[in-house]
């Protein structure tokens, strides 16, 4: 589906088959003789196809098309080697750019598994979750020569002016975009509407959801018009779904200190005493990757309350359990 929203800008709809998602929005700007798409899909011929055609109706040059990343995730970068030209920029936040090659994809999926077993993760099915997660599948396999970019830099195509704003959480160098002339906000996954944005544990952040919180207060004072999230329905202001966010992650902290009032218990103990929006019967029944997400939610939000000073952790043998202050 394509969807022109304002003048020269267009939304795509991406399918992401067999994935909780559904779809990404990846949006398309054109400019005098220039084009810049932000965020692409999963480099899968399920994404590449639909966004070809896309490009072909829409008259894209892809000789004439730079591009622009929201952060590292494969439905947001996938596909952005395959589409990009060497006349191409690929507009990249410059803090994430050594996740991106593929062998580095699978020692960073290997050392994350290493952290997840001792906080009680199953070995056995780990390597399930693992060699179906969408970020080891479908991320580029060929490098890209990223335009690095940082907060405050600005980005613009016809006319559209873009800032680059920081909002570290959902990813470490997570960054998304504002006009503020056309009071045009690009959240990527920083804010969705219809879904809550993943906030897991990140070996490279101290403490994710702090991160995250911090950069939804961040942005709650622009003013905005119109959202353009990476995923489900475009939406005209962003201060009230931030009050929400933020209520649902209070929320989660407090079923987290909830389910260690009988006891210590490691991350993969506690993550079935949470509350998660996934059409299962019970935490049996959960994907081996739902399974994944769900315990570096469960992990980032045990992290936050440690630095709160609420819960402590402490080893027990090669694992880690965490229990009340």
């Not at 470490?172 to 009071?183: F, I, Q, T, V």
């Amino acid at each position: 589906m394509i969807e022109q929203i304002l003048p020269d800008l267009y939304r795509m709809e991406i399918p992401l088959p067999k994935n909780p998602l559904k779809s990404l929005n990846s949006y398309l700007i054109k400019g005098d003789g220039r084009f810049l798409i932000i965020d692409t899909g999963m480099n899968r011929e399920e994404c590449l196809n639909p966004m070809m055609a896309y490009l072909n109706e829409l008259g894209v040059d892809l000789n004439k098309t730079d591009f622009y990343i929201t952060h590292l995730h494969a439905d947001h970068l996938g596909l952005a080697a395959t589409l990009s030209r060497p006349s191409s920029k690929v507009y990249f936040n410059w803090g994430e750019a050594s996740f991106l090659t593929y062998e580095r994809q699978v020692e960073h999926i290997q050392e994350v598994s290493k952290f997840y077993i001792q906080h009680g993760f199953p070995a056995a099915e780990l390597e399930q979750a693992w060699r179906s997660h969408p970020g080891y599948k479908y991320s580029p396999r060929q490098k890209i020569e990223f335009t690095p970019v940082r907060g405050g830099d600005t980005i613009a195509i016809g006319d559209y002016s873009f800032q680059c704003i920081e909002t570290p959480g959902h990813t470490p160098g997570h960054m998304c975009l504002y006009d503020a002339n056309k009071k045009i906000f690009v959240s990527g996954d920083h804010i969705l509407f219809d879904i809550t944005p993943n906030i897991t544990v990140w070996l490279q952040m101290d403490d994710s959801l702090r991160h995250y919180l911090a950069s939804l207060e961040k942005v709650s004072s622009l003013d905005v018009k119109l959202v353009l999230p990476g995923h489900r329905r475009l939406w005209h202001e962003h201060k009230q779904r931030i009050t929400e966010l933020q209520e649902h992650h209070r929320d989660r902290l407090d079923e987290a200190l909830v389910a260690l009032e009988d006891g210590e218990k490691n991350a993969w103990q506690i993550a079935p005493l949470i509350s998660w929006d996934i059409d299962c019967k019970s935490w049996e029944d959960f994907p081996p990757t739902q399974k994944w997400f769900a315990i570096g939610e469960t992990i980032a939000h045990l992290r936050y309350l440690e630095t709160s000073g609420k819960v402590q952790q402490r080893a027990k043998g090669d694992g880690v359990l965490f229990g009340l202050v």
